[in-house]
């Protein structure tokens, strides 16, 4: 009979964990992980950057950043979710994705080691906005699925819009010359 060693046994019980940035919309608390955000930018800051885009195909997006030669299309994450109107004070603008989503504040960073499955009761739009829950103080908070915030389809009408405002812009400019 062999018996393990104490190194060894610790190696099997170690359990890794993922940093998630904790943040608040309305009186609700979310999760995403940290390695999906790029940047975390106050609304104050980004005010000369951030242009209105006005179209009604995605309701929830009312303007775009231009960062590093990209544009993002920003996400009212209240209107995302159905929670009640606030005055978002922060943009996070994701990793890899043309998305930015405006949250309330940051709670804190936490180290989540598990993210359970989500119950069968979610059945809807929700399925593809969460990856799970996550069990973080005695509560139970869902882990956002980062490109949940707008489908293909949402981004193929934006582009188409914003490619419209472009001629409209273009078109005013030579009007004006």
Known sequence: MKIASQS??????????EPMILFRVAHQTFAIA???VQEIRSTDGLAGAAMEFEQLEVPKVRHT???AHRTYYVVNAGAHFGLPVTRPM????LRQ???AVLVDRIERMAHISAILPLPQAFTGQERKWYLGLAYIDDHVIPVIQPNGFLTPDEFKQLDCAARSRAA???LHRMVQT
Do not use: F, G, M
């Open 65 to 67: 950043i231009e960062r």
């Open 34 to 36: 940290a390695e999906a």
């Open 90 to 93: 922060l943009v996070l603008i």
């Open 8 to 17: 060894a046994v610790k190696s099997r019980r170690t359990i890794s964990s």
């Open 168 to 170: 409209d812009q273009q």
């Open 97 to 99: 994705l043309r998305s």
